[in-house]
């Protein structure tokens, strides 16, 4: 690269920082106009009833974020977080949970989700689909979820699949399992829009003979769309300013869902999560991020992050990943555990994610093993599959460690949770059990033993790469 | 200046690893000579004998490829033995995997380098794992640097009668040194996955245009194939008939000779009970139906999966056959409680029966112990997921003379890690195979290693 162009897209990046802050105004205004979704989920569905404090005490409380606290308590108030500490009163009528011998730490959030979406999760009729809403799958009552919350599971992202170069909408859940679609629902959740580049779109449109059949073909289709956002945001832009000017004779450009939704990942309102493995992606994907101004949330798998992590920190983006999944495909041979640990160590923010109905089950064992491979810290590992996710999605400041304030997200292991030996004794959302061990039956406290859903295959990346899941 | 130092060591690198794989051929006589080594003595760690307990800083000693002293910290050592310091340690022998795919995929979605299945017919006992056994493949150096050294290796699972299994060691010099049984066992997989509906592009419960389309299909042809299997081996062994006289006498003692049948011949071994058959089915009523023709030809049963038969563990127990149970991480049920599967492990061996584990496919292989150590979280006791990945197995196998536990004269397959081998946590430090001391490295290592290896913690 050329010294001229390196400078020019350092200051298009630059151009980037400021443009999402700029577009936020505008398109504030435009919301009312156009009803356009604004930049979260919906808010707070009305809770039924106010929860009882809660105390769990004398846990070895792992808080993810200033360390450990042995014979330690937390108080949550109002479904929040009200205290961390060693000695904590019970407060008047509070619930308290004996957590000796346990272990404490927040729920677990998984930032790579297919669950509970029915198998709708490729609209894989054409290549750009960022219009789709994941919400219009949503189907709360799948068993992935409950087998999910039993492993200590409470907050997920689902995603769209990656057989498109851009997929749909995701919706964030918080695993209240048993309740409606609307109470699971994370209130006031950013949105965030799934892309993906790769094996996956070349295959899927490549055995019809279309374009994209190549990385060639996957990234100028990538760049187009984006190119039509541009204008399309362009003339909107346009618009509301003769609007605002009075002009009476202003015309509205005629609304198209897809664009819209793009132009919103221009201003900044959409968090883009990128499916991609091989190096040379990340760097494609960043520089056209820097072209078109807007921000990579995180790349997903992100098998070789490790060769380029520097570049990848520098930037800005988290990766969502495995901690030993590999060789499936072409594109996943140069995969090596070490990657999660090496590529933090590098700066990057990492998670580690399930897309899996398997893996999602049992996340912490998949964190134990970045101390195996890497040597990470236990906090350095609790990180990457609660605080570090939760970033990924963009809920960092609600859940993902347990601080006061934030909301009351925990559970309670009978033992070290980086181990292959724990089990949830108890998965507490906004200070409600949701999921007891201890329970006959299926351990669930508001299930109403409705029938569940959901088929014996929780397809994963890897079953949808071989063949034998459902097309992800 | 430091990237290009990188490059070229990483050309170094490279050039060296290519000039390796040119003289492979040359070296190898080399390399078996050099083979024979001093005795090496590993001291100071806690040894999992698996067959008479723990040892606290104990002594484990392997010569010639057999281990020849195992006990306490008094132990001999002998005289220019290479001394191994494993203060902090656990020693374990090497974990054997009941059912692996090593050497038969390398990439499984690239149709290249898979040798899973050989979709044309359904009976295909005369399949043969040893011939398609790819020693050379990357994964096996990633598998067993977790502390994997031995193996099943069995045929995808897309025929009733795949082909028969070999039992490898995970290291060594050629294929022949790494198969340590071939035709070990033959797989009998009866489940809706062998079912040529999906085949014939029908689904539903209509059947399809291929027959065996039903459980009804595969259990006639299966049965079928074990009669004609008798049959020839009846023909083999009486004499010429009547109504064959007017035929032109054999060269053999006037009697017809048979042409020999290489499917129906592959199958006398397991008729006589000689090798065992394993039973591949999840549902109870698949277990109990391949049961119940198994025990009609008098087969020798290995039961495989289980992982959907929670209603009949008690028959199963009854039974008096060992299980490879799993993979544990199938799903429950919907309205199964969540773990209806983790739980099965512990559930069989209150039964009385015993227990291996496997990890099955080629992308999971080095998790094998990891499965073995969540049972004992849903009431498998600890030492018993220790010997389902050791000397259960080589009991099952037929190899426990050799395999499966820090003995004296069993094969010095010995593993050094830095706490419990059965925790995710755990880093595996040194593998012996055969004695050898086996490099831990693999592409994976060299992919760390060439881009800079793992920062220190800030």
């Given amino acids: ?472 | 200046m430091k990237r290009l130092l990188l490059w070229i060591a990483g050309f170094l690198f490279i050039s060296s690893f290519l000039f390796a794989q040119a003289s492979k051929q040359k070296t190898r006589m080399a390399t078996s000579q050099v083979e024979a080594t001093g005795p090496i003595a590993i001291r100071g760690g806690k040894l999992l004998t698996i067959t008479h307990g723990v040892i606290e800083n104990g002594v484990v000693v392997m010569e010639n490829g057999k281990i020849t002293a195992v006990g306490a910290a008094s132990t001999a050592i002998p005289r220019g033995a290479t001394v191994i310091d494993a203060t902090g340690m656990t020693v374990y022998p090497g974990l054997i995997d009941s059912e692996t795919n090593l050497g038969l995929v390398e990439v499984e979605a690239d149709q290249n380098s898979n040798d899973l299945n050989e979709p044309s017919d359904e009976i295909m006992p005369h399949m043969h794992v040893a011939d398609a056994f790819h020693s050379e493949t990357q994964r096996i150096p990633v598998v067993r640097v977790n502390g994997i050294t031995n193996a099943i290796v069995a045929p995808g699972t897309q025929n009733s009668l795949p082909g028969q299994d070999i039992f490898i060691q995970l290291d060594g010099k050629d294929r022949d040194q790494m198969i340590v049984v071939p035709d070990i066992a033959l797989p009998l997989n009866f489940s809706a996955a062998q079912r040529r509906r999906a085949m014939s592009g029908q689904g539903g419960g209509g059947g399809g245009a291929r027959f065996p389309s039903t459980r009804m299909g595969l259990a006639a042809q299966l049965r079928q194939t074990l009669i004609d299997a008798q049959d020839y081996e009846a023909k083999l062994q009486s004499p010429a008939r009547p109504s064959d006289s007017n035929k032109p006498a054999g060269g053999r003692g006037g009697s017809d000779r048979q042409k020999r049948d290489l499917k129906l011949e592959a199958l006398l071994p397991y008729l006589h009970g000689q090798k065992p058959v394993v039973i591949g089915a999840e549902d109870g009523y698949d277990v109990e139906n391949a049961m119940r023709l198994a025990r009609e030809f008098n087969l020798k049963v290995v039961l495989n999966h289980v992982t959907h038969s929670q209603d009949i563990l008690d028959e199963i127990a009854s039974w008096k056959v060992p299980v490879i149970v799993g993979p544990i991480y199938d799903f429950p049920r919907a309205d199964e409680r969540y773990d209806a599967v983790y739980s099965l492990p512990g559930e069989l061996y209150k039964r009385g029966v015993k227990i291996a584990f496997a990890s099955y496919r080629v992308e999971h292989n080095r998790n094998l112990p990891y499965a073995a150590g969540y049972s004992v979280a849903f009431g498998l006791p600890y030492e018993e997921a220790l010997k389902a990945v050791t000397i259960n197995p080589a009991e099952i196998w037929g190899v426990a003379d050799k395999l499966g536990s820090l003995d004296v004269g069993k094969t010095a397959n010995v593993v050094i890690a830095n706490g419990d081998p059965l925790d995710v946590k755990t880093d595996v430090k040194q593998v012996f195979i055969e004695g050898r001391n086996i490099p831990m490295e693999n592409r994976q290592t060299r992919l760390r290693d060439q881009y800079g290896g793992v920062p220190t913690a800030r």
């Avoid at chain 1, 014979?71 to 619930?95: D, Y």
């Avoid at chain 1, 997920?156 to 695993?175: F, P, R, T």
């Avoid at chain 1, 920190?313 to 594109?331: C, H, L, M």
């Avoid at chain 1, 990924?392 to 609600?398: F, H, P, T």
Wanted: charged share 20%; aromatic share 6%; glycine share 8%.
């Fill in chain 1, 1 to 472: 690269m050329s010294l001229l162009s390196w400078a020019s897209r350092s200051a298009i990046s630059v151009l980037a920082l400021m443009l999402p802050l700029a577009a936020q105004t505008a398109s504030d205004s435009q919301n009312s106009a156009s009803q356009n979704p604004g930049s979260t989920q919906a808010p707070a569905a009305q809770p039924s009833s106010q929860p009882a404090d809660l105390l769990i005490r004398n846990g070895t409380v792992l808080t993810v974020t200033h360390g450990v606290i042995q014979n330690g308590s937390v108080l949550v108030h109002n479904g929040k977080i009200a205290q961390v500490g060693t000695t904590i009163p019970a407060p008047a009528g509070a619930t308290v949970i004996d957590a000796t011998g346990k272990y404490v730490m927040p729920g677990i959030i998984d930032c790579h989700s297919h669950l509970a979406l029915d198998g709708d999760v490729n609209e894989a009729t054409s290549p750009i689909t960022p219009s789709m809403n994941m919400l219009d799958a949503f189907v709360n009552t799948d068993k992935g979820l409950y087998q999910a919350l039993a492993g200590g599971v409470t907050s997920l992202l689902l995603l769209h699949g990656s057989a498109n170069m851009i997929g749909g909408q995701a919706v964030v859940i918080k695993n209240k399992f048993g309740l409606s679609r609307e109470q699971m629902l994370f209130p006031n959740a950013p949105r965030s829009i799934k892309f993906a580049s790769g094996e996956n779109p070349k295959r899927v449109y490549g055995s019809r003979n279309q374009l994209p059949s190549t990385r060639m073909g996957n990234f100028e289709i990538q760049r187009e769309a984006l190119q039509q956002a541009k204008e399309y945001m362009r003339d909107w832009d346009d618009y509301n300013a003769k609007v605002q000017k009075g002009d009476k004779e202003a015309r509205a450009p005629k609304r198209d869902l897809k664009l819209e939704a793009l132009a919103d990942v221009l201003r900044g309102k959409l968090l883009v999560q990128i499916h991609c493995y091989r190096a040379d992606e990340f760097l494609t994907e960043m520089q056209m991020a820097r072209e078109f101004g807007y921000h990579v949330r995180a790349f997903h798998h992100a098998l070789e992050a490790y060769k380029v992590a520097d570049k990848i920190a520098a930037e800005g983006v988290a990766i969502a990943t495995w901690p030993d999944w590999w060789g499936f495909k072409d594109e996943a041979w140069d995969a090596q555990p070490w990657n999660a640990v090496m590529s933090s160590r590098h700066g990057v923010r990492v998670a580690l994610k399930s897309d899996s109905g398997d893996v999602v089950r049992r996340l912490n064992q998949d964190a134990g093993k970045v101390i195996h491979y890497g040597g990470a810290t236990e906090d350095e590992a609790l990180k990457m599959i609660t605080l570090n996710p939760a970033w990924i999605i963009g809920v960092d400041d609600r859940v993902g460690s347990l601080d006061v304030g934030k909301d009351g997200d925990i559970t309670i292991w009978d033992k070290d949770p980086l181990s292959s030996y724990a089990k949830v004794e108890k998965a507490i959302i906004d200070g409600e059990v949701y999921f007891d061990n201890s329970l006959p039956g299926l351990g669930l406290t508001h299930w109403k033993n409705a029938p569940m859903s959901g088929s014996d295959f929780e397809g994963s990346e890897m079953d949808e790469e071989l063949g034998i899941g459902e097309a992800h």
